[in-house]
């Protein structure tokens, strides 16, 4: 059974950094893009960047170009998002996501981590 | 254009059938995947590619799509469908994806 666990959200200063963590398992992380979603209090869905198999593809939404970086590291079966330079539109909850190999879909989720930019 | 629309709200009574659909030049493309929402949980993938429902969603859940038109459709809507639903699709690039704002369904 594919799962999905985050760590690493919370509360963070305007301008502060945080690291986002997934760990995958109940698949062969190593064969599957991956994604970053995330969705503001009482907003919808936004995408915000995906990494391909071995890492060397990564794209992101302009709003987190520059500031927000995802990688991983397959051999621990691990999607990471480090977030950098930190605004209070970046509030929102954070969803790991699994890119499905069959369509243009985000087959599986994570729970989703909090993440609040306040002073 | 990668953007994608979709009404914001709609409701269905109980038992019959309700269309949800988006709309972006992307679905020219590309098959849109839709994604149920409720308050306070992750969103869940019901439907994707041309139609097909991941295991566990029931078949009442299907989709179609016509030139820049995605729509899913729910066959005898139960209270349990109400919820926030999403479309998601290609942009541009082809490597970035895009969401619709999301749809909120009431059950009447």
């Known amino acids: 059974e594919v799962h999905l666990v985050q760590s690493g959200g919370g509360l963070v200063q305007p301008g502060g950094s945080l690291r986002l963590s997934c760990a995958a398992s109940g698949f062969t992380f190593s064969s599957y893009w991956m994604s970053w979603v995330r969705q503001a209090p009482g907003k919808g869905l936004e995408w915000v960047a995906n990494i391909q198999q071995d890492g060397s593809e990564k794209y992101y939404v302009d709003s987190v170009m520059g500031r927000f970086t995802i990688s991983r590291d397959n051999a621990k079966n691990s999607l990471f998002l480090q977030m950098n330079s930190l605004r209070a539109e970046d509030t929102a909850v954070y969803y790991c996501?699994?890119?499905?190999?069959?369509?243009?879909?985000?087959?599986?989720w994570g729970q989703g981590t909090p993440v609040t930019v306040s002073s | 254009s990668s953007e994608v629309t979709q009404d914001p709200a709609v409701s269905v009574a109980l038992g019959q059938t309700v269309r949800i659909t988006c709309q972006g030049d992307s679905f020219r493309n590309y098959y849109a995947s839709w994604y149920q929402q409720k308050p306070g949980q992750a969103p869940v993938l019901v439907l994707y590619?041309?139609?097909n429902r991941p295991s566990g969603i029931p078949d009442r859940f299907s989709g179609s799509s016509s030139g820049s038109t995605a729509s899913l459709t729910i066959t005898g809507a139960q209270a349990e469908d109400e919820a926030d639903y999403y479309c998601?699709?290609?942009?541009?690039?082809?490597?970035?994806?895009?969401f619709g704002p999301g749809t909120k369904v009431t059950v009447l």
């Open positions: 590619g041309k139609n």
């Open positions: 996501t699994r890119d499905s190999f069959l369509a243009v879909a985000l087959d599986y």
């Open positions: 998601i699709s290609r942009d541009n690039s082809g490597r970035r994806y895009v």
